[in-house]
């Protein structure tokens, strides 16, 4: 059974000495380790099933360590800091020459730039603190599957021994991965959409921020490349009014245990609510994602939210949950 308990520093003794633990943040659960630690960074890789090349965000509990890793960064890197930290926002930038070279990716691999957020779950910067660490903290999940919004789901994907603790901290706050900002060049480049939506980037930084580049050779931040957060049933989201999604997932065949996550209900589907609001929605979706799989479905259909502010963020998760289906009606 994997080691639990509620004492962060307990979990932060655990990576100082080279060990991997579960600990809560405002976003997800993150599975962290001394990013410094080639044997604890690849334990981590290997534990997710994570691929080589998706990169590591690393955690602090001090503002003042972004300048330790970061070089030379613009100003406005530092006025998103200031107005989101601790929160849901990393910002990634071009990495000090003299850093391990490998710093923030898989031991195996080169990384120029790195990912730095300070998280503001109090028992997440406890265990960072306690650690003495720079610790990197991917979502406790195996890779693909939705990301843990709870310690059950923790529980459940690493029950196989493969990682040494988790801290339970109870449900989290946002729900998604947090916002991540390429700062290495002029304007800030959104690679990721998150609770730090791009309006409230542009307001800070005094420069509209530009969209991702998904066609770059290597990925500058985790869920930009692979298969991310999707249920064991094939997902289809659906955009249109309640009363068209109700009249076309009606009109599919039956016969399939079919899911359904909207705020509507079906006779003879498995039912639950999408949410009437965008922090609703973002809070619960992977939990709802997870509970499709245990209720063993064929096939699920999602409504889809409106994509503006925190929504983008969540139809970025959803798109990629679907892996690409998307039916308007």
């Known amino acids: 059974m994997l080691p639990r308990g509620v004492n962060p520093a307990e979990a932060g003794l655990i990576i100082a000495n080279g060990g991997i633990a579960a600990f809560p943040t405002e976003t997800v659960y993150g599975l962290g380790g001394d990013a ?21 965000i690393l955690h602090i509990a001090n503002p003042g ?95 196989d021994g493969s990682i040494d603790y988790v801290l339970d901290g109870g449900p989290v706050e946002v729900g998604v991965e947090s916002t991540v900002v390429d700062v290495t060049g002029p304007v800030p480049v959104i690679l990721r959409p998150g609770a730090v939506t791009s309006e409230m980037i542009a307001e800070v930084a005094g420069i509209p921020g530009q969209a991702r580049d998904d066609g770059m050779s290597a990925p500058r931040a985790p869920g930009m490349k692979y298969r991310h957060y999707a249920p064991k049933a094939p997902m289809t989201l659906i955009v249109g009014n309640q009363t068209d999604i109700a009249e076309y997932i009606s009109a599919k065949t039956t016969g399939q245990k079919i899911g359904i996550l909207a705020n509507i209900n079906i006779s003879g589907a498995i039912c639950l609510p999408l949410g009437q609001t965008p922090e609703i929605i973002a809070r619960n979706l992977y939990a709802n994602l997870r509970h499709f799989d245990i209720l063993e479905v064929d096939i699920i259909y999602a409504q889809a939210p409106a994509e503006d502010g925190l929504g983008l963020a969540i139809m970025d998760r959803m798109k990629k949950a679907a892996e690409g289906r998307v039916i308007h009606v």
Not at 43 to 51: D, E, L, Q, V
Not at 107 to 133: D, F, K, Q, W, Y
């Open 65 to 159: 360590d972004f300048e330790k890793l970061a070089n030379s960064p613009p100003q406005y890197a530092w006025d998103l800091i200031n107005a989101f930290w601790p929160g849901p926002l990393t910002v990634v930038a071009n990495k000090k020459p003299e850093l391990l070279p490998w710093l923030g990716a898989h031991p195996s691999r080169t990384a120029n730039t790195i990912g730095i957020r300070m998280p503001s779950h109090p028992m997440a910067l406890e265990v960072i603190r306690a650690s003495g660490c720079f610790v990197a903290a991917p979502s406790a999940n195996k890779a693909g599957t939705p990301s843990p919004t709870k310690v059950e789901h923790v529980v459940t994907d690493f029950s």
């Open 36 to 56: 410094t630690n080639p044997d604890a960074v690849s334990r981590i890789y290997s534990a997710k099933g994570r691929p080589g090349d998706n990169p590591l």
